[in-house]
Nanobody, 125 residues
């Protein structure tokens, strides 16, 4: 399994970005795909996840109503649309894949077996 994250950049507060995570290596219908982020000096934290098979999603309270996770079955890509960005959203964002998607929708990084390389999002005030 390979995950390739992209789409990060510099944006002003209140702006938007869309992150992409291109997944390859196997079929992902039984997987849960997640986005996590890590700011300097902080632990990696959960942002959102989605069950690939049915598209059901779950969000951290800090991003609920501002971020939207989705997936494209044809392109094998997961997206994170980020609106109304705040300086506190600044972090490296990682996509991840949990093969036990039939069993759980975990918010813990340790549940995710595969990780992308991360993409930096910087929100200026």
């Amino acid at each position: 399994v390979q995950l390739q994250a992209s789409g990060g950049g510099l944006v002003q507060a209140g702006g938007s970005l869309r992150l992409s995570c291109a997944a390859s290596g196997r079929a992902f219908s039984s997987y849960v795909m997640g986005w996590f982020r890590q700011a300097p000096g902080n632990e990696r934290e959960f942002v959102a996840n989605i069950r690939w098979s049915v598209g059901s999603a779950y969000y951290a309270d800090s991003v609920k109503g501002r971020f939207t996770i989705s997936r494209d079955n044809v392109k094998n890509t997961v997206y994170l649309q980020m609106n109304s960005l705040k300086p506190e959203d600044t972090a490296v964002y990682y996509c991840a894949a949990d093969p036990r998607g039939w069993d759980r929708m975990s918010v813990y990084p340790r549940s995710y077996e595969y990780w992308g390389q991360g993409t930096l999002v910087t929100v200026s005030s």
